[in-house]
């Protein structure tokens, strides 16, 4: 489901994919988000789950937006070595007003237009 877009925009730093996810997934702008990922990201839905590709982490980010799920992310720590970073991020889901906090991480992979995009996402690693 996509609604109307947020500005569509890449990452320039590691650390700006939280803030690009955060508006594209609380904007419910699906394509965008999906857009942040490499196409053969692996994607963590729920613990011990595992999505590769774009088709697979757009069903399953699509599928939180669809029960109306809202997220916040906090910037916690940032490993980055030429193009490739680690982050790690205070997390809130809400799904019907109840919080869901967790600790996440993610690799992500500078690409050839500068951009940063996600090569692996897990919500739940601390878990």
């Known amino acids: 489901m996509t609604t109307d ?6 990452a320039t730093t590691p650390a700006q994919l939280a803030e690009l996810f955060t508006a594209y997934f609380n904007g419910r702008d699906l394509d965008a988000l999906v857009g942040l990922y490499e196409s053969t990201a692996l994607f963590c839905p729920s613990p011990g789950e595992t999505d590769h590709g774009t088709d697979a982490i757009r069903r399953s980010l699509g599928a939180m937006m669809d029960v109306g799920a809202t997220i ?4 916690r720590r940032i490993h980055e070595i030429g193009d ?3 982050l790690s991020n205070d997390a809130v889901v ?16 500078r690409q050839s237009d500068g951009t940063w995009r996600y090569v692996l ?6 878990l």
């Open 72 to 75: 916040t992310l906090e910037l």
């Open 121 to 126: 996402d897990d919500p739940f690693f601390s």
């Open 94 to 109: 809400t799904v019907d007003g109840r919080p869901a906090p967790t600790m996440t991480t993610e690799v992500v992979r």
């Open 84 to 86: 490739v970073a680690v």
């Open 5 to 10: 877009r947020v500005d569509v925009r890449g």
